[in-house]
């Protein structure tokens, strides 16, 4: 069964980086058409994809904030990082772990974690 | 970025009552659209992916069709569990984008 879940602080200062993870199981990020993603979603607003990392450490970033975001994979560990720099309150909302297969859509979410963004 | 727009915002529906969803694209994804639904405070659950396939445990109540830039989700017949947002997302060409929702609501 696969399962994801995020980790990291759920209050951030403005100008600060946060730092997420995502701790996988049920499927190795090694193994070819594996991708695990960030997804997040601004309270009452629509989702937004991130950032992507797939199995041979391709990445691709949301063109509108690559140069705040990075991700990384720490394969014997099963996890995925994401970095975004220079927090600011519009970037409040909840950030979920995502897992898709060969295809584009997300067949398992992690449970999400709230981060506010607040001085 | 493909544009993907939602109508309506909101559907107001009756139990037991048929509810059509509407996406579409600013440009051809040709099939590779999925719908999610979300309740108040959970994740997105996949219901369909590649504009008409049924994901494992989907009731066949929902039923997703269209290709290019038009896409519908179809919902037979509205039990209570069903009230919820829907998206639609594709993933087509990165950035893979997400509609604004639509809100299924009791009538």
């Known amino acids: 069964q696969i399962t994801l879940k995020e980790s990291g602080p759920t209050v951030v200062k403005p100008t600060q980086t946060l730092t997420l993870t995502c701790t996988l199981s049920g499927f190795s990020l090694s193994s070819s058409g594996e991708a695990v993603g960030w997804i997040r979603q601004p309270p009452g607003k629509a989702l937004e994809w991130l950032a992507l990392i797939y199995w041979d450490d391709d990445k691709r970033y949301s063109p509108s904030l690559k140069s705040r975001l990075a991700i990384t994979k720490d394969t014997p560990k099963n996890q995925v990082v994401l970095t975004m720099t220079n927090m600011d309150p519009v970037d409040t909302g909840t950030y979920y772990c995502?897992?898709?297969?060969?295809?584009?859509?997300?067949?398992?979410w992690g449970q999400g974690i709230l981060v506010t963004v607040s001085s | 970025e493909v544009v993907m727009t939602q109508s309506p915002a909101t559907l107001s529906v009756s139990p037991g009552e048929r509810a059509t969803l509407s996406c579409r694209a600013s440009?051809?994804?040709?099939?590779?659209l999925a719908w999610y639904q979300q309740k108040p405070g959970q994740a997105p659950r996949l219901l369909i992916s590649g504009a008409s396939t049924r994901a494992a445990g989907i009731p066949a109540r929902f039923s997703g069709s269209g290709s290019g830039t038009e896409f519908t989700l179809t919902i037979s017949s509205l039990q209570s569990e069903d009230f919820a947002v829907y998206y639609c997302q594709q993933y087509n060409n990165w950035p893979w984008t997400f509609g604004q929702g639509t809100k299924v609501e009791i009538k």
């Open positions: 440009q051809s994804v040709s099939i590779d």
């Open positions: 995502a897992h898709r297969y060969y295809y584009g859509y997300v067949d398992y």
